[in-house]
T-cell receptor, first 114, second 115 residues
Framework: DTAVSQTPKYLVTQMGNDKSIKCEQN?????MYWYKQDSKKFLKIMFS???????INETVPNRFSPKSPDKAHLNLHINSLELGDSAVYFC?????????????FGPGTRLTVL | AQSVTQLGSHVSVSEGALVLLRCNYS??????LFWYVQYPNQGLQLLLK??????LVKGINGFEAEFKKSETSFHLTKPSAHMSDAAEYFC?????????????FGAGTRLAVHP
């Protein structure tokens, strides 16, 4: 039974398009995250939500908009896609947001912008 | 601000040899430290974590890490490498500045295991 799932796994699209990535966790966690992993495998946090409230918003272009309809879901919408958005996007969740707890990661969504 | 440095982007060992992956951190508060492993085309999986309890932490798959405050290090070791250990390994520190947690990752170390 998948703990953190993401759809789609692969996403290939043209520059300028708008796309969404969905994330769901069935762990009952309060906190969810989006990370971006670039081509050199470097991982950087983008956003974090706790109980549907945005608590971390790193320096991310406002073309990226997260949405959390409920505690179990955190979706990522990207407008006007650019070549530099090509990366693997990981969703994660943890029980709380105080830093002691393990973060559980989804399998990732590989976004390719042509 | 918290940061993590992983020395060696690539490490290659023989099967059965000792694995040592190095991680140094910088933190203005007592750190929470993590090691994650990423197998090809998969998400990250926790190997072990340090949250101010015992300084020698044992994790899954025979890995362990020792927190050394004086050296600001949290190196990952495994006595005997297995072919299945080939993966990307990430050290991370929990940045609790501002009251909210976020993980700050090192650049990763790719471990290759050869027969």
């Amino acid at each position: 039974d998948t703990a953190v799932s993401q759809t789609p796994k692969y996403l290939v699209t043209q520059m300028g398009n708008d796309k969404s990535i969905k994330c769901e966790q069935n762990l009952g966690h309060d906190t969810m995250y989006w990370y971006k992993q670039d081509s050199k495998k470097f991982l950087k946090i983008m956003f974090s939500y706790n109980n549907k409230e945005l608590i971390i918003n790193e320096t991310v272009p406002n073309r990226f908009s997260p949405k959390s309809p409920d505690k179990a879901h955190l979706n990522l919408h990207i407008n006007s896609l650019e070549l530099g958005d090509s990366a693997v996007y990981f969703c994660a969740s943890s029980q709380d947001d105080r830093g002691r707890d393990e973060q559980f990661f989804g399998p990732g969504t590989r976004l390719t912008v042509l | 601000a918290q940061s993590v440095t992983q020395l060696g982007s690539h490490v290659s060992v023989s099967e059965g040899a000792l694995v040592l992956l190095r991680c140094n951190y910088s933190s203005s508060v007592p750190p929470y430290l993590f090691w994650y492993v990423q197998y090809p085309n998969q998400g990250l999986q926790l190997l072990l974590k340090y949250t101010s309890a015992a300084t020698l932490v044992k994790g899954i798959n025979g890995f362990e890490a020792e927190f050394k405050k004086s050296e600001t290090s949290f190196h990952l070791t495994k006595p005997s490498a297995h072919m299945s250990d080939a993966a990307e390994y990430f050290c991370a520190v929990s940045d609790r500045a501002g009251g909210y947690n976020k993980l700050i990752f090192g650049a990763g170390t790719r471990l290759a295991v050869h027969p």
